[in-house]
């Protein structure tokens, strides 16, 4: 069974950081693609950034400067430090790990982004 659980998520004053994190079971973490995407309601689902098995990264242009995104594959973790924070980026985050045409959510994580 696949297994990713987000965490991490909480609520932060404008201008604060977070660090999330996406642990995993089930796969061979190393060979996968993993994502970070998030949701706000009413808005659909979107990429925020990427990272390849090789470590090469993307991200989507709001969080460019802002977010970094990292991965231990000993310890099968996925990362999204996330800094400068706005209230735009109040959303549930979600991890991905992806392989080919094969790909895993994770449940989310909420992050609110408010004073």
């Not at 949701?39 to 460019?64: H, M, N």
């Amino acid at each position: 069974q696949v297994l990713l659980v987000e965490s991490g998520g909480g609520l932060v004053q404008p201008g604060g950081s977070l660090k999330l994190s996406c642990g995993s079971s089930g796969i061979s973490f190393g060979i996968y693609g993993m994502g970070w995407y998030r949701q706000a309601p009413g808005k659909q689902r979107e990429l925020v950034a990427t990272i390849t098995r090789g470590g090469d990264t993307s991200y989507a242009d709001f969080v460019k400067g802002r977010f970094t995104i990292s991965r231990d594959n000993a310890k099968k973790t996925v990362y999204l430090q996330m800094n400068s924070l706005k209230p735009e980026d109040t959303a549930v985050y979600y991890c991905r790990a992806t392989l080919g045409l094969a790909g895993y959510w994770g449940q989310g994580t909420q992050v609110t982004v408010s004073s």
